[in-house]
């Protein structure tokens, strides 16, 4: 099989292309790197180093490529930052979708998988968060992935699009080589991992006062191996026509300072932490149902303890710094 991955420099993205190089398939990695670095990419991919903003040079792409399917991981991810330059949000993720989109439909390329999120939600009336739950953005970067499913539903109804949006919670941990560094990281687990390593002095907590058990967010952690395994499970489901929406999270919340906890058992480190306000847009309490994909595509979590995900972020965060 032959893969476009778009955001393929990145952590999920990389991660998913070196599962699939590992499996057999050709993969292409299309990232134009601003928030990565080529160093990053797995060796055997070949690389298109562009912008999804560049219409032209995607369809190109895409042309040239007659990829089997589509994998489509480049945004800006960011909560916080949309909050502060939406504009930035709603042009990079919902316009570089509608490019590639654009781009599909010109080529008669239809099957795409797209890394949606759990920000699609906003603050859930209940949980765990099932995929009918209501769709309110609390944050710019979830309102602009909701219009890009939003498209994508249309581009099915009216084009036959083939996709499946996957409604990743908070994604974390490492496979063999390769884990998550943002860049720069504004991620609670690396940041943490961070201070136990002696490269930050320590973590901040935002907010205090959230209606949760000890005050802070709680979130929903998943493997990004097992994440991985469900874009397999989705790809192999674009093979009939139509089109799939899933939440991808292991079905526990964690609060942050539960997190910082788990991270003191994993590491042996005391990380000290800081109190700051709120983060503008953070939704108080985000956990997933993931039902429908364990029924209807047999998913199953390999690693749904957040001692085991840490650990596994912990082992390759020393070797990246060593
Ligand atoms: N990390 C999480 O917990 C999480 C949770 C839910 C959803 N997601 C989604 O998963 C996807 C991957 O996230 P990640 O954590 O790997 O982020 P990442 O920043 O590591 O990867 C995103 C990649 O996209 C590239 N990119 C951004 N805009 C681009 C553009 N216009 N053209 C070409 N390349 C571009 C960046 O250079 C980067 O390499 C994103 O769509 C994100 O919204 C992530
Ligand atoms: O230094 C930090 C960083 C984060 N947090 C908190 O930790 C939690 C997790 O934050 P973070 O790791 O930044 O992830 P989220 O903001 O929850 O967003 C992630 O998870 C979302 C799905 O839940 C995805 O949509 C996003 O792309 C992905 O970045 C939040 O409550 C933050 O307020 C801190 O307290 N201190």
């Not at 042309?63 to 489509?72: M, S, V």
């Not at 940041?191 to 209606?211: E, F, H, M, N, T």
């Not at 799939?244 to 997190?259: A, C, P, W, Y």
Request: hydrophobic share 40%; with cysteine.
């Amino acid at each position: 099989m032959n893969f476009l991955v778009t955001g393929g420099a990145g952590y999920i993205g990389g991660t998913v292309s070196r599962i699939l190089l590992q499996q057999g398939a050709k993969v292409t990695i299309y990232d134009n790197l601003c928030h990565a670095k080529a160093s990053a990419l797995p060796a055997q991919a070949a690389f298109i180093q562009g912008d999804l903003l560049d219409r032209q040079l995607i369809e190109k792409t895409l042309r040239e490529g007659k990829f089997d399917a589509i994998l489509h991981f480049a945004a800006l991810i960011e909560a916080g930052e949309s909050m502060k330059k939406p504009e930035l949000y709603f042009r990079n993720n919902t316009g570089g979708t509608l490019n590639l989109l654009e781009a599909m439909l010109a080529t008669g390329q239809n099957k795409l998988v797209f890394s949606s999120t759990a920000a699609c939600y906003g603050e859930p009336e209940s949980t765990p968060i099932l995929e009918t739950a209501k769709l309110q953005p609390t944050n710019a970067y979830g309102e602009s992935k909701l219009l890009s499913e939003t498209m994508m539903r249309w581009m099915s109804e009216i084009h036959g699009l083939r996709y499946a949006a996957l409604r990743y919670f908070n994604v974390a941990g490492a496979i063999e080589g390769y884990g998550e560094a943002h860049e720069p990281e504004s991620h609670l687990i690396p940041l943490i991992l961070d201070v136990a390593l002696g490269r930050r002095q320590s973590i901040k907590i935002y907010g205090q006062d959230y209606p949760t058990a000890d005050g802070t967010c709680v979130r929903d952690y998943i493997h990004v191996q097992d994440l991985a395994e469900a874009h397999i499970l989705a790809l192999k489901a674009l093979e009939q026509p139509g089109h799939h929406i899933f939440n991808l999270g292991s079905g526990q919340g964690f609060t942050v300072r539960q997190v910082i906890e788990s991270a003191r058992r994993v590491t042996g480190h005391a990380i000290p932490v800081i109190e700051e306000p709120r983060r503008p847009g953070d939704p108080a309490v985000l956990v997933a149902s993931s039902d429908k994909i364990k029924s209807e595509l047999g998913w199953k979590p390999n690693f749904p303890e957040l001692d085991q995900i840490i650990a596994s972020a912990w082992e390759w965060h020393q070797k990246r710094y060593a």
